[in-house]
T-cell receptor, first 111, second 117 residues
Framework: QKEVEQDPGPLSVPEGAIVSLNCTYS??????FMWYRQYSRKGPELLMY????GNKEDGRFTAQVDKSSKYISLFIRDSQPSDSATYLC???????????FGDGTTLTVKP | DAMVIQNPRYQVTQFGKPVTLSCSQT?????MYWYQQKSSQAPKLLFH???????NEADTPDNFQSRRPNTSFCFLDIRSPGLGDAAMYLC????????????????FGPGTRLTVL
């Protein structure tokens, strides 16, 4: 069983829709939770990171962490075609000193 | 403005012909990572350097080697590429992951896409 499971997608939504991207994890040692955006043929780009349970907003993006359920989400409001990319969740166990990634969810936002 | 630079962006090699991928960074981060990412899969950590200390993942094949001559540069050597090694290779950097600060997340380069013929 993978330590990090991500909803596989692909996901296709119309422009302006609210998008929900989700990951679950099994390792309680994960302390930091990140979302990366990866455009085709490019390296991942850090979007948001969170530490504690709760919500964190940054513009149209909201990251949500529920440590009790071992569940994290990324919400995108008013989605744009430029949001079309693969979104990777990642988690850090600082004791191990490395990140563990989900497999990614590919999102297409249609104009 | 590029902080993590990878060269070349695209590399074609022949089966069994050694290839070297390079990564440089302007962030002065002490940790550098090499990942292999195949289509629709998570990046898979191959190894990382904590300063000059090399840390190999247990399941990284011996075919993959790395060198870090200084803080700014890191190289990935694939000694005898096989068809299964065709992938995107990502370099990333971070500060000391043991400090526990969130800024120790990783910054990725654009990747090198390797094709093996």
């Amino acid at each position: 069983q993978k330590e990090v499971e991500q909803d596989p997608g692909p996901l296709s939504v119309p422009e302006g829709a609210i998008v929900s991207l989700n990951c679950t994890y099994s390792n309680s040692a994960f302390q930091y939770f990140m979302w990366y955006r990866q455009y085709s043929r490019k390296g991942p780009e850090l979007l948001m990171y969170t530490y504690s349970s709760g919500n964190k907003e940054d513009g149209r993006f909201t990251a949500q962490v529920d440590k009790s359920s071992k569940y994290i989400s990324l919400f995108i409001r008013d989605s744009q075609p430029s949001d079309s990319a693969t979104y990777l969740c990642a988690m850090i166990n600082t004791n191990a000193g490395k990140s563990t990634f989900g497999d990614g969810t590919t999102l297409t936002v249609k104009p | 403005d590029a902080m993590v630079i990878q060269n070349p962006r695209y590399q074609v090699t022949q089966f069994g012909k050694p290839v070297t991928l390079s990564c440089s960074q302007t962030l002065n981060h002490n940790v550098m990572y090499w990942y292999q990412q195949k289509s629709s899969q998570a990046p898979k950590l191959l190894f990382h350097y904590y300063d000059k200390d090399f840390n190999n993942e247990a399941d990284t094949p011996d075919n993959f080697q790395s060198r870090r001559p200084n803080t700014s540069f890191c190289f990935l050597d694939i000694r005898s590429p096989g068809l299964g090694d065709a992938a995107m290779y990502l370099c990333a950097t971070s500060r000391d992951p043991q400090t526990g600060t969130v800024s120790d997340t990783q910054y990725f380069g654009p990747g090198t896409r390797l094709t093996v013929l």
